[in-house]
């Protein structure tokens, strides 16, 4: 995942163009603005076993939105309100404008791969009267010794992604979803991101992240037979009062702020062994090429690991932590630069799974413990969402919850 080459498997249609989604950056003469007609035209699609925008390729741009019920506002809103975001994610999803006023920002423009996912806080269900529907899995995360967690910019009743390859399109959908919410929900907290665009490099390629490490090689593929299983909730034989949640998954939101300062004085070979991997192609120290398995016992010639006890990659493989697995799908973020001169930036880490506590909780304990990476990070807020599945045909997000 990552690349544009998952595209099929994720559910994207491509315009004629493009064949695989692949923007074609060749202009006729060689030279010149580049042609890059598939790229609006990508369409994720709105019904389906599973929402978009979790096995969907990550987009250039990205939205996280976070809102809370109003006072007064409970299950009734609530609905009215999923009806409302439902029928605007479709359209804007589809590439048609908003019945109505739009306001034309995304005119022009095909829907670039849109996607708008929806998820529930934990404090979603007592606030509509539906905590006998909460699942377990939206139990509070543990506290982790390096937390720096602001309550303010973490968790909420109901969490929206948007993600696109076009910067006007998402932000038109993220103007829309805000308005939709009217008088029943209050913006809690929002984050802006981003990743590399599309035909930006010559190959579909695994992205990389701000601290310039090819990011996302190890994730599970859709083609792994336990894909389904590890990331999605099964759509049979759930607990009794959570068939809502067939089909779906849950997201594990942490904005982790990256101290680059730090980073960037550490000559390449320091930085290469954090992580376990060759900064250059993510191929693991241990040799090959990015996708080539780690191996996790070699010694080189003075005796030491290879790859260190410590290294980000070894302690968050899934066959150090009993197969726990998860599906990350990040977005850079940059905020500027605060009045001491350091970037606010870092990456929005999402990641996917059936059960936290066999995807991300396992993991971020060891990590908490002894991760290479922890000196040059800083967990800023987290969130935790019921991400229910797709809509069928006429459906609304989150029917078989609130109906
Ligand atoms: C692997 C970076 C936070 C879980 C990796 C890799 C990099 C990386 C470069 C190796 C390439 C790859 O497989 O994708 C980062 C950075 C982080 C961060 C920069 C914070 C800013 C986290 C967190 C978790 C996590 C919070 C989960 C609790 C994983 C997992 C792998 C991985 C599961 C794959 C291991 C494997 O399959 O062998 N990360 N990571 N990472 N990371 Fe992180």
């Not at 998820?119 to 377990?136: E, I, M, Q, Y």
């Not at 995360?141 to 109901?158: E, I, K, T, V, Y």
């Not at 908490?368 to 807020?381: N, P, Q, T, V, Y």
Request: proline content about 6%; some cysteine.
């Amino acid at each position: 995942l990552g690349t544009a080459g998952g595209a099929a498997a994720a559910g994207l249609v491509v315009g004629a163009a493009g064949g695989a989604g692949v923007a074609t950056a060749v202009s006729s003469q060689g030279e010149g603005p580049a042609v890059l007609a598939s790229l609006g035209t990508a369409k994720a699609m709105f019904h389906g076993k599973h929402q978009a925008g979790i096995t969907t390729p990550l987009q250039a741009r990205g939205h996280l939105i976070a809102f809370d019920l109003a006072p007064g506002s409970g299950r009734k809103e609530a609905t009215a309100l999923l009806r409302r975001w439902s029928e605007v994610a479709q359209q804007l999803m589809a590439g048609r404008p908003l019945a109505g006023e739009d306001t034309g920002v995304a005119f022009d423009a095909g829907p670039s791969s849109l996607t708008v996912t929806f998820g529930f806080g934990r404090t979603f269900f007592d606030r509509t009267g539906l905590t006998a529907k909460r699942p377990v899995e939206l139990d509070p995360l543990p506290d982790f010794s390096s937390d720096r967690l602001d309550a303010r910019r973490s968790n909420g009743d109901l969490w929206v992604q948007i993600g696109a390859d076009d910067a006007l399109v998402a932000f038109h959908a993220l103007r829309a979803v805000q308005r939709e919410a009217g008088d029943a929900a209050r913006v809690r907290w929002q984050m802006n991101g981003f990743n590399r665009s599309p035909g930006a490099t010559a190959a579909p390629m695994t992205t990389r992240n701000l601290m310039g490490q090819v990011d996302g090689t190890g994730n599970p593929k859709p083609s792994e037979p336990d894909f389904e299983k590890r990331i999605f909730v099964p759509e049979k034989g759930g607990p009794a009062g959570q068939e809502w949640m067939a089909g779906g998954s849950y997201a594990v939101v942490r904005r982790i702020r990256m101290l680059l300062d730090d980073w960037e004085k550490l000559p390449r070979g320091e930085q290469e062994a954090v992580i376990g991997r060759r900064k250059k192609d993510g191929a693991p120290l241990t040799g090959g090429d990015e996708f080539t398995e780690p191996d996790l016992q070699k010694a080189g010639p003075n005796g030491k690991l290879v790859i260190a006890s410590d290294a980000h990659s070894r302690i968050s493989a899934p066959e150090q932590n009993g197969g726990a697995a998860m599906l990350r799908r990040p977005f850079s973020y940059h905020d500027g630069i605060s009045a001491d001169g350091v970037p606010d930036a870092g990456l929005l880490f999402i990641c996917w799974q059936a059960d936290p506590m066999r995807g991300f909780v396992p993991v971020q304990r060891k990590l908490d413990r002894g991760d290479a990476l922890s000196k040059f990070i800083r967990h800023e807020s987290s969130g935790l969402f019921a991400v229910p599945g797709g809509p069928r045909e006429g459906e609304y997000v989150g029917q078989r919850l609130l109906e």
